[in-house]
């Protein structure tokens, strides 16, 4: 059977971390630097795959050994790209005009290894119950909003704001599973393989 790779996780984010762990994958950690503007009148899903195969790229640079595995996620909002917010007041906006409605969440997942690059894109839609702004307070001054694309984490109380999903709930996390499966199967790493890795 064809040994696995080393793993490097092109990412900053614990909760890419703790997926990736929780799926039993020994990995190296490996910041990307790389620029996260994207040229005017891009597709939002095609914006969220660029910025991760370029953090790939970045990172396969400095490791070229390794299978680099990058993303990069997004919140799409009545046609505009929530990232993570910048201050208080901008947290606290964006979970006020979500209150209520749907949102999609865009994940752009890249796989490079072996001089190829494997990537895509996963969405996913969440609904929100309506929040109260006593609420959305209480959450943000808990620091909550930080550094999460749209101001909230579906992997803590941000739950509470969550009345439904449709996709992958990992993809809201920051790092759809079922994407990044395909794609590491595609680089030649099987289901099979990756189960009696994480099982060792």
Known sequence: MKSMPQFILASASPRRRAILENLGLTFEVLVSDASETHPENTA???IVRI???RKAHFAAKMR???CIIAADTMVLFEGRL???????AEAFSMLKSLSGKCHTVLSGVCI?????VYSGTAETEVFFRELSDADIA???DAGLSDCKAGGYGIQ?????FVREIRGDYYNVVGLPI?????LLCRAGCSISQLISKGNA
């Open 44 to 46: 939002p899903a095609d």
């Open 178 to 182: 079922n994407l990044l499966t395909d």
């Open 156 to 160: 803590d109380l941000g739950a509470y």
């Open 51 to 53: 910025l991760a195969e």
């Open 64 to 66: 070229p050994e390794g």
């Open 82 to 88: 929530l990232g993570k917010p910048k201050d208080r």
């Open 138 to 140: 209480s959450y943000v």
């Open 112 to 116: 490079e290894y072996g001089g190829k």
